[in-house]
């Protein structure tokens, strides 16, 4: 990935995360149905409200009942510049804010990995000086995730874990106002070469704290008395997760992944909490990406003490040989927060040509093997697809060698797995054809969800397991259900509450702020920006409704029916057509009920 080209900026700071969660569990909604699970009581809005709040305390935690799911960067601002020499922080751009403001949302709701994040555009400093401002080409998706992290005792939930984050720009839809900033003129200069698509935004989120409270931790489940006590009390009170955050802009090139890390690849080796890393030699200096590698120890988010690093390359004959080696003040936390996780080390000829030609490796000095690379990856175009029941969608991965886009005749295996990941349900094997891709049909049958996990290669190592996210790499498909009955009910306006806008009310207490969803006076008069929020051509939009994405077409018809309009047809022209066939001795009518083991 080209962020590990110079000139790139470092942004570091905050975000916050304000997901509803109450939908993360299977007794408050079905995730096959895309329905919200009513106590069965009259009042079952209130009632439904009532347990979820119940649901704050141990062992359920429920903690943010009254999510907006909304997430924002806050404390972040531009921290750095490297335009081949170092980093440097005397740009004009460093200082200036760095802007964001998605919609958390999970495709897989029990889960914890198929996060994304909806926004319509993101940018870095202020207009009227100078500035990057950034429409969205497409969503950013949790890749990567590290579960070994955060070694402190103080960890609750996502608490343990970091994220990468990445999306790309296209460069026709960038404004980029350099004024006196050297970087923004250096990479404003390099958009204009024809290989560059555009921009890749980068970052890593770590150390998530909830309940405003680090020593909120899984060994200490304490009551949030306070945050019930509020809940109950009546309004609205969120209850946001917060996490650090480092990032980096940097181009894109063509043939480069747009959402997850395509450059060359170093895996774990055995059992270490070094996670996953990426590397790109260019001309005299090999960079590496540890920005989700090295673990934090404690609440003062000092990083781990590995000693000397040594990076090696193996070449196909003879010895393995140092090409540099990185002390703990290069990769500890202020090296980290100075770098956002990126180290350069320079190269002689002789090294540039090893680092080319052999296998990468990182190693303590004892010679432990930290992180391998690996040749091959296979990465999806698109990491979480909706369908609708009836549609039939296309999964293309594009296989990588060593970072760069694979030709004809490689074997992918394709790991079919249940919702949770856990479980491979079948498995098939394709080829790549002359561009590297393998691509297979999979059908919207009836409510679903399945994860399809690709292995590259003649040997394939299966997740047996289960998904492992800093090794594998997969997309999800979610199949939202028909809900046929719906549509041919009458349009009535008790038709429409309790099957559609109930869901939502009471789901999500938030909307109270804006729309009373139980008024059928306000939902008429607002009728016109309902049927525009809920639009399907809206999908990707920060204010699509519902925020969860899990609108069914029969619901969506039933509630057009009512206020007035007949609704657009879904997402087909996004997909492909209904006649492609399913990969040989494959059954996806068999597997698209795909229950949780």
Not at 541 to 557: E, H, I, K, S, W
Request: aromatic letters at 10%; charged letters at 20%; hydrophobic letters at 40%.
């Amino acid at each position: 990935m080209s962020v590990l080209e110079t000139p790139r900026i470092l942004f570091s700071g905050e975000i916050d995360w304000d997901p509803i969660v109450t939908n993360n569990y299977d007794d408050f909604y079905n995730e096959l149905d895309s329905e919200t699970i009513f106590p069965t009581v009259a009042e079952r809005v209130k009632a439904f409200r009532q347990e979820a709040i119940a649901a704050v305390r141990p062992p359920k935690i429920n903690w943010n009942p009254h999510g907006t799911h909304r997430s924002n960067f806050y404390n972040t601002e531009i921290s750095g510049a490297d335009l081949g020499g170092g980093v440097v922080n005397t740009d004009a751009f460093v200082g200036s804010p760095a802007n964001f403001r998605g919609m958390l949302v999970d495709l897989e709701p029990y889960g914890a990995f198929t996060s994304q994040l909806f926004f319509d555009a993101l940018s870095f400093g202020i207009e009227g000086g100078c500035r990057i401002v950034a429409p969205r080409s497409s969503r950013f998706s949790a890749r990567y995730i590290n579960f070994s992290r955060y070694l402190g005792k103080d960890k609750f939930r996502a608490g343990v874990a970091s994220v990468v984050w990445q999306s790309s720009f296209a460069k026709e839809t960038l404004t980029i106002d350099a004024f006196n900033s050297d970087v923004l003129q250096k990479l404003r200069e390099a958009l204009k070469a024809d290989d560059v698509a555009g921009l890749t935004v980068q970052w890593n989120t770590y150390r998530t704290i909830y309940f405003n409270d680090p020593s909120y931790t899984q060994d200490n489940l304490k009551p949030p008395e306070q945050l019930i006590a509020d809940l109950n009390g009546g309004g609205f009170q969120p209850n946001p997760a917060r996490s650090r955050v480092v990032g980096v802009i940097g181009l894109w090139r063509r043939n480069e992944p747009a959402n997850e890390p395509g450059d060359r690849t170093l895996l774990v080796s055995g059992n270490n909490s070094v996670s996953t890393a990426h590397a790109r030699v260019t001309g005299s200096s090999l960079t590496l990406d540890l920005s989700n590698s090295i673990s934090e120890t404690g609440t003062d988010l000092q990083k781990q003490d590995l000693g000397a690093l040594n990076v090696v390359a193996v070449p196909s004959s003879g010895n393995p040989v140092t090409l540099g080696t990185l002390t703990y003040p290069q990769y500890d936390k202020q090296a980290y927060l100075a770098t956002s996780g990126i180290v350069t080390i320079p190269l002689t000829a002789d090294g540039a040509k090893l680092a080319t030609e052999g296998a990468l490796q990182l190693r303590d000095s004892q010679g432990n093997v930290l992180l391998e690379e690996t040749d091959l990856r296979a990465v999806p175009l698109v990491q979480n697809l909706y369908l609708d029941e009836g549609q039939t969608g296309m999964a293309v991965f594009q296989v990588y060698n060593r970072g760069v886009p694979a030709g004809e005749g490689i074997s992918v295996t394709i790991a079919v797995m249940s919702a949770d990941g856990s479980t491979i349900l079948t498995s098939f094997a394709l080829t790549t054809a002359a561009d590297g891709t393998v691509s297979f049909p999979v059908p919207g049958l009836q409510g679903s969800i399945t994860a399809y996990v690709a292995i590259p290669g003649p040997n394939p190592q299966l997740p047996a397991d289960g998904i492992n996210p800093p090794v594998n790499t997969y997309m999800y498909v979610r199949v939202l259900a028909a809900d046929s009955t719906l549509a041919a009910l009458p349009p009535t306006w008790d038709n429409v509450y309790r099957h559609v806008l109930s869901n939502w009310k009471a789901m999500a207490p938030c909307m109270d702020n804006w729309l009373d969803l139980e008024s059928e006076q306000q939902v008429r008069a607002y009728g016109s920006l309902i049927r525009k929020l809920t639009s399907p051509s809206a999908f990707e939009n920060f204010r699509y409704m519902p925020v969860t994405r899990d609108l069914t077409a029969g619901a969506r018809t039933l509630l057009y029916n009512f206020l007035g309009e007949v609704p657009e047809q879904s997402r087909a022209a996004a997909l492909a057509p209904d006649t492609a066939k399913a990969p040989e001795g494959v059954n996806f009518a068999k597997l698209s009920r795909n229950h949780r083991s």
